[in-house]
């Protein structure tokens, strides 16, 4: 595990998007640490509006990965289809001492980055904040619930929260981490996925024929996360109908802008995660094994 954060780390930040770049932001303004970002293109400044002030910082950007060396912290903020793309960072990021802190959706965070990482330790992190790039240099992060980000109940998310220290982002230590985990994923194959395929907002959700489908899904993931023991209430996919039902109509989803934009989609890491899980417990999930063809298939077919 990375050494105290109570003393200056060295961080990198992988990817500049509204994850990373909210956090390579707030870190870089709490000016506790030496923080590097990684990405596509050079940048010298960056405009963030966090949720108490609009801030704007100098950022020290690294395009090429010849030019990294080993550091205290990685945060993969790239999207989870990226994380391959990004692996010539963490390559040359990562040291035996190295923390990576993977900040992306889905559950299968520490296998996504083993074969890059070397000896690396993976810290899975469930990001709750909204964060939202409206150019390539001025990002946007909103608190949407109590809680920004939670990671699991050990000793080095606890070095991670004494890194944030200083920073907006309120992270907290779950001891339900694998429930928080599969409670979010079972909203994300619903949202995610029939948004994009549908290419409609998410007032899509309340056709009767979408709900039939969204219901299958629902009941065949929660089988699935009965069976890897994520402890969640018997009625866990009667309540997240529920519960997509009231969101704003006129939302769309991280996948739905995906596929607007031509980009591949965030889908092995949602609705393949739950297939994969199936298929490791014996239990069948024909609906999002169809999801995800359907997936597969739009997102093969994107440019980048
Ligand atoms: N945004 C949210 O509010 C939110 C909320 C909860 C969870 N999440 C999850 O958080 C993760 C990050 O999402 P996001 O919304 O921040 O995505 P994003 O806005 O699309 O940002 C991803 C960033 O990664 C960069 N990137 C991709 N490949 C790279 C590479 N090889 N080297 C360097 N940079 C690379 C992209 O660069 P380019 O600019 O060159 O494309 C982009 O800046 C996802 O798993 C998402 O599902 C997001």
């Not at 010849?66 to 994380?83: E, G, N, R």
């Not at 209430?233 to 529920?242: E, G, H, Y």
Request: proline share 5%; net charge negative.
């Amino acid at each position: 595990m990375t050494s105290t954060a109570s003393s200056r780390q060295r961080v990198a930040v992988i990817g500049l998007g509204g994850i990373g770049g909210a956090a390579a932001g707030a870190l870089t303004h709490a000016g506790r640490h030496d923080v590097i970002a990684c990405g596509r293109r050079p940048l010298e400044r960056m405009r963030v509006d966090l949720p108490d002030e609009s801030v704007e910082v100098a950022m020290t950007v690294l395009t090429d990965p010849a030019d990294a060396s080993p550091v205290d912290w990685v945060l993969l903020t790239t999207k989870a289809q990226d994380t391959d793309g990004a692996g010539a960072w963490l390559r040359a990021l990562c040291g035996p001492d190295t923390t990576v802190a993977v900040m992306q959706n889905g559950i299968d965070h520490a296998e996504r980055i083993a074969s890059y990482a070397g000896g690396a330790e993976a810290l899975p992190v469930i990001v709750y904040y909204n964060g939202e790039r409206i150019a390539d240099d001025h990002v946007r992060m909103r608190h949407i619930s109590d809680a920004d980000i939670a990671l699991p109940d050990t000793d080095t998310a606890q070095a991670f929260i004494d890194l944030l220290e200083g920073t907006p982002i309120q992270a907290v230590r779950a001891p339900d981490f694998t429930a928080r985990q599969w409670q979010k994923l079972l909203i994300n194959i619903v949202v995610n996925p029939v948004t994009a395929l549908t290419r409609q907002r998410q007032g899509v959700l309340q056709r009767e024929d979408i709900q039939t489908l969204t219901t299958a899904l629902l009941e065949e993931a929660a089988a699935v996360a009965e069976a890897e023991g994520a402890g969640l209430p018997a009625s866990v996919a009667a309540d997240t109908q529920r519960l997509v039902l009231t969101f704003p109509h006129d939302a769309g989803s991280s996948m739905y802008f995906d596929a607007l934009a031509g980009r591949r989609l965030e889908a092995e890491a949602l609705t393949g995660a739950v297939v994969r899980a199936g298929a490791r417990h014996g239990i069948p999930t024909p609906m999002n094994g169809a999801m995800l063809a359907l997936l597969r298939a739009l997102s093969d077919g994107m440019g980048t």
